[in-house]
Each structure stands twice: as C-alpha cells, then as structure tokens.
C-alpha cells in the first residue's frame, strides 16, 4: 500500500480543496468519507480514484480492505485524514471519486421527484435518501438547489446517489418535458385550487415538485403544473419540514 506522510504533499493540497464546490466542479471529483459511502460507491461500480486510510481504518476495517486493496490504496496520517475531513471524528477512510457522466438525457417517464431551489442540505440528502426508498425513477435539481457533492447532502443520501438518476436541470423545461408526454405533474401549494394529497390516485407515472423551506415552490413553476396539493394540518404546527412533506406524498403514490 502506498504511503503519504505529509501533509504538505501536492496530491493531498489538491484533494484539500474539493472542500470547496468551485473545486469540485473544476476537478470533476469529490470526496466521500466513511466505509458504508465508499462501499456503496464500488459497489455500484462508482469511478473510485483513490481511498485513503489511517491507521484507525486499517484496525477497523482490515479484513474488507484485504479484500479489496489494490493500487488505489493509500495510507495517511491522521493528521492528512483530520485535514481532509468535514467531520470532528474522521471515520478512518474516505474516498476520492470522478463525478458521473450526465451527458445522457433523462426519460420523462416514471415517477420524478423534482427540487426547486432546496437549500438546506440535510434536507436534500433526505429527499433523495426517501426517493430511492420509495422506488422513484429519479430526481432532478433545479436553480438555487444545495450541490449534492456538498458533504452534509452525502452523508443524508447514505449512497442513494448511487442508487438513482440525479439531474440538475431548469424545471420549467422538465415540467414541459413530462407534460409533453402526459405525465402529471403535482406541485405543493396551499390554496384555493389545490387538493388535500389523500384524494390523488395512486400512480405509476408523475413528477413531484417541491420547494424551497421558507418560500414554497416559485410562482412561475406553480402556474405550470397540473395540480396543486398540499398536507393537512390536523395539529397546531404551521407547516412540515419540506423532507418530510415529500416523504408522505412520494409513499401516497405507491
């Protein structure tokens, strides 16, 4: 297993910055940390680059990495690892890997789960995590939406991300796109046209829009959709966590 020991190595500056979404982008790469993210990744034959390991990982995970070393194997310091880590407690392992190919058009077909400028990254990663639970087909990200190469949207996907399409596309043009081909398309509204979720039929094929946590989902992409719901109320809260509202309507479907 290759080694390095300092942390002022070029490969290890390089890597620090995928800290930073710009440098992300620029790289095409970004960091995941912990063994459950990293084997998730292989197994879904995600484009691993490097996995570094301190001395914590070694003890810990030594029999999964018998099995699996090869040269993309690297040994770090603790020091390294704590520099490349978000996390107060580094797991021990993290990962370098390419980010996808999306060159690839998306179907507009099936069940979609569509973001509109979601910023919270916790519930990001949730509604992803929940989309793939639920058997969506895939779930795109429109403007203003957290990066979901944002370690805090990693760690709430748990690998969902490896499960299912994510595209970060305009709405508007994939509304157009799902309409075009007679999928419905439910935007979440509380107002006078709108109708309590319990009433919807459940579907095989529809596209869900959910929106920001303060502001709901933007007038212009409201002015599109085939339906307007929303959840009752039955207690004194003002509202649900924008996560946990796509939850109830994604499972309402199935």
């Not at 459950?36 to 990495?65: C, D, F, P, S, T």
């Not at 929940?130 to 939406?145: E, I, K, P, Q, Y």
């Not at 039929?201 to 502001?215: C, F, S, V």
């Not at 649900?240 to 109830?248: D, E």
Request: hydrophobic fraction near 40%.
């Amino acid at each position: 297993m290759k080694e390095i020991l300092s942390s002022k190595n070029t490969m290890m500056k390089e890597l620090k910055k995928l800290r930073i979404k710009k440098h992300r982008e620029a790289q095409q790469r970004y960091l995941i940390e912990g063994f459950h993210l990293i084997e998730e990744a292989i197994k879904a034959h995600a484009e691993v680059e490097w996995i570094l390991i301190n001395q914590r990982g070694i003890e810990e995970w030594a029999e999964w990495i018998a099995l699996h070393e090869d040269e993309r194997f690297i040994f770090v310091t603790e020091e390294i690892l704590s520099s490349l880590s978000e996390v107060p407690t580094p797991q021990g392992m993290l990962a370098v890997v390419k980010m996808p190919d999306q060159e690839q058009g998306m179907s507009h077909h099936g069940r979609w789960l569509l973001l509109d400028n979601v910023q919270d990254p916790g519930n990001v990663g949730t509604m992803i995590r929940t989309a793939d639970a639920a058997g969506l087909t895939g779930v795109v990200l429109g403007s203003g939406c957290a990066d979901i190469y944002n370690t805090k949207v990693l760690r709430a996907m748990q690998g969902s991300n490896y499960h299912l399409p994510l595209f970060r596309l305009p709405l508007a043009e994939v509304i157009e796109g799902f309409q075009k081909n007679g999928i419905s398309v439910y935007g979440t509204e509380l107002n006078k046209e709108a109708v309590a979720y319990q009433t919807l039929p459940k579907q095989e094929n529809y596209a869900l829009i959910m929106g920001n946590e303060g502001q709901g989902v933007s007038r212009e992409l409201l002015e599109m959709v085939d339906q307007s719901v929303y959840i009752p109320i039955v207690g004194k809260a003002e509202s649900l966590n924008v996560a946990i509202a796509a939850g109830i309507l994604m499972y309402h479907f199935l």
